[in-house]
């Protein structure tokens, strides 16, 4: 069984190799910033707002991503991250 988040969300993890790939289609941090906001006003999303903190995670700094829209299911977001 996948280890839970504090918010009950289950863990994933994803290969170097995947990470590698996936971060080349954002080759300026501002778009990244720009597509996960993006992400947050789709139809359907109904967010209204958008926290962007800054945490520290294993030492490293960290931005985090929250609003209040209408999410994904755990298991939906388990397989999208998988």
């Known amino acids: 069984m996948a280890r839970l988040s504090e918010h009950g969300i289950r863990l994933s993890s994803m290969s170097p190799s995947f990470l590698s790939s996936n971060s080349t289609s954002h080759t300026w941090p501002f778009s990244a910033v720009a597509e996960l906001i993006d992400n947050a006003s789709d139809?359907?999303?109904?967010?209204?707002q958008i926290w962007i903190d800054v945490i520290e995670e294993s030492g490293q700094l960290c931005l985090t991503f929250t609003d209040n829209g209408s999410g994904m299911t755990p298991?939906?977001?388990?397989?999208?991250?998988?």
Do not use: F, I
């Not at 139809?43 to 209204?48: D, I, L, Q, Y």
């Not at 298991?75 to 998988?82: D, F, G, I, P, W």
């Open 43 to 48: 139809p359907g999303v109904t967010a209204k």
């Open 75 to 82: 298991s939906k977001l388990h397989k999208m991250l998988r």
